[in-house]
């Protein structure tokens, strides 16, 4: 692999060399675990690239240039866009820019942009991850502050969270729409629902609901990918008669499906859908939503993320609230 003298080498250039992921060169070169042989492969190419050490932050602390890096899903979601005002306007009011990155929740992207952030010094990073626990090892031992927004990855107990209380927005849907007669609940679930999912199926059984395991479909983070989801659902199970839509994209596509299979809401099937958007109000008939409150989500992660004592923090969980509206009605 040629890299022009004039190119300076990045973590991306030593995966491309070795043949392996971002996160993988991230993990071996912060001294995270791997096996022989791709650890060899990577510190090779790292070698022979003449990539430096210190540009994984190892001298981080000395160099910082603060500001804050905010990792989101999608910046064109309505949901993701009000978390990302939240952060701009804490981050305002104490002077501070922010960078942000987009990672289509691509584990690999939130990897290499991780970093990316390293390599540019940024010491705080407000994330909505996708990737797993060992994922955010390279940040953590270099000495970033991290703060979780929304949700955090499995196994990473030790960075502080901002929250919505999932728990108790599934909980209180699933009760409602049980309340009207719904026996045949399905869930439409995304990237990182894991909560959201065990909250679901935890309420079933608390109710005495036999869960079904063919109303549990999930999505991959894409319109294309969530309608296709959906239609799949309401097309091989006729038999359901109401959805809860794990968020704002899942809840289009839910509705979008219905309308394509001519089902009508909540006549043939009621839909309940995460986050409060303003299309919710619009559709006909308008959409019972559980709301969270993003922008302030975002605004309390800003704050924490600003802290000298963040990582000794606890989770911060915001409650949500289930708005009823025109989508639901009794079992037909």
């Known amino acids: 692999m040629k890299v022009s003298g004039h190119h300076r080498i990045t973590i991306k250039d030593v995966a491309a060399a070795a043949g392996v992921g971002v996160a993988t060169v991230s993990r071996v070169l912060s001294g995270g675990s791997a096996s022989p042989e791709t650890r060899e492969r990577v510190l090779a190419a790292a070698a022979r690239l003449d990539y430096r050490p210190s540009a994984l932050g190892r001298n981080l602390r000395q160099r910082r240039t603060g500001g804050i890096a905010l990792l989101v899903p999608d910046i064109t979601d309505t949901f993701y866009g009000r978390l990302t005002e939240g ?27 991780i970093g990316t952030f390293l390599e540019q010094s940024v010491d705080r990073v407000i994330a909505v991850p996708c990737g797993d626990a060992d994922t955010w090892t390279p940040a953590l031992r270099a000495g970033l502050t991290v703060v979780f927004a929304h949700r955090r990855p499995p196994g990473r107990d030790d960075v502080p969270a901002v929250l919505s209380d999932d728990r108790l927005g599934v909980r209180t849907a699933v009760e409602y729409l049980a309340g009207l007669g719904h026996r045949r609940i399905a869930y439409l679930g995304g990237p ?37 989801a959906a239609s799949g659902l309401f097309q091989h199970r006729p038999d359901l008669t109401a959805v809860l839509a794990g968020g704002n994209v899942l809840g289009e596509a839910a509705v979008l499906a219905a309308r394509e299979l001519d089902l009508r809401l909540p006549r043939d099937v009621s839909i309940v859908m995460f986050d409060d958007v303003p299309w919710a109000e619009l559709c006909s008939p308008p959409l019972t939503v559980i709301a969270q409150p993003a922008q302030d989500i975002g605004y309390r992660a800003a704050e924490l993320v600003m802290r000298e004592s963040a990582r000794r923090t606890r989770d911060t969980v915001l409650p949500t609230e289930l708005l009823v509206r025109g989508s639901c009605g009794p079992r037909r």
């Open 87 to 113: 952060v701009l306007s804490c981050a305002r009011s104490a002077g501070e820019p922010v960078m942000i990155g987009a990672t289509g929740d691509d584990p690999e992207l939130e990897a290499e942009l």
């Open 192 to 228: 990182g629902q894991g909560p959201r999912l065990r909250a679901f199926r935890d309420t079933l059984a608390a109710l005495g609901i036999t869960l079904d395991d063919e109303l549990v479909v999930s999505a991959r983070a894409a319109r294309d990918s969530a309608y296709a």
